[in-house]
């Protein structure tokens, strides 16, 4: 079945610091893939996408690349800040299955000064 | 104002009883999700709508229901509450008439059954 796995947490980075946050994934279809954040007591919210292989999905400084061929989608940023501080959910939907949604179980990133 | 609102943000109930979450969108969309979040879980799908007329259970859709009662409009009950349904539950949308389908969330309803 379709699923999304990304890499355990949490994860602690000193401001500035290189971020990458691993997602693969097992789809039946063609799916589309997504990062989402949740800042501290908020809802999700769509952070990139990309719809199609070897798309790029870039925001905020953020960035993560479609790799069909190791089915990955890592999020990566150059210099997190302070303000990055929030868990990350990688998801993808696959329009065979009526687009329903898999999220992966959450990274959770502290960011310090 | 936010585009997805859920009501109440924060609940506290005591096991067997009726609870009622609602959620109210004004971005048009014709999808309507419900999910609960869980330490370590993620989200899982409790139940989806694609329209008034079509509902579909989801991952975890046992000991919960739900009534579409107009597109903007999609509410979920816990018939007899039990202290495992205890979580952050979030009521999500989106555009079936769109490509790729992204979800939008309101912000989150905490429930804590005693």
């Known amino acids: 079945g379709d699923s999304v796995t990304q890499m355990e947490g949490p994860v602690t980075l000193s401001e500035e610091a290189f971020l990458t946050i691993n997602c693969t994934y097992t789809?039946?279809?063609?799916?589309?893939l997504f990062w989402y954040v949740q800042y501290p007591g908020e809802g999700l919210q769509l952070l990139l996408k990309?719809?199609?292989?070897?798309d790029k999905g870039s925001n905020k400084g953020f960035e993560a690349t479609y790799r069909k061929e190791t089915t990955s989608f890592h999020l990566e940023k150059g210099s997190v800040q302070v303000s990055d501080s929030a868990v990350y959910f990688c998801?993808?939907?696959?329009?065979?299955?009526?687009?329903?949604?898999?999220f992966g179980t959450g990274t959770s990133l502290t960011v310090i000064p | 104002d936010a585009d997805v609102t859920q009501t109440p943000r924060n609940r506290i109930t005591k096991t067997g009883k009726r609870i009622m979450l609602e959620c109210s969108q004004t971005?048009?969309?014709?999808?309507m999700y419900w999910y609960r979040q869980d330490p370590g879980l993620g989200l899982r799908l409790i139940y989806y709508?694609?329209?008034?007329?079509?509902?579909n259970k989801g991952e975890i859709s046992d000991g919960y229901s739900v009534s579409r009662q107009a597109q903007a409009k999609f509410s979920l009950s816990l018939e007899s509450a039990i202290p495992n349904q205890t979580a952050l539950y979030f009521c999500?949308?989106?555009?079936?008439?769109?490509?790729?389908?992204?979800?939008?969330f309101g912000p989150g309803t905490r429930l804590t059954v005693t």
């Open positions: 999500a949308t989106s555009d079936g008439r769109g490509t790729s389908y992204e979800q939008y």
């Open positions: 789809a039946t279809g063609y799916p589309s």
């Open positions: 990309a719809t199609k292989a070897d």
């Open positions: 998801a993808l939907s696959v329009r065979w299955t009526g687009n329903q949604f898999y």
């Open positions: 971005k048009g969309h014709d999808r």
């Open positions: 709508s694609f329209d008034v007329k079509d509902i």
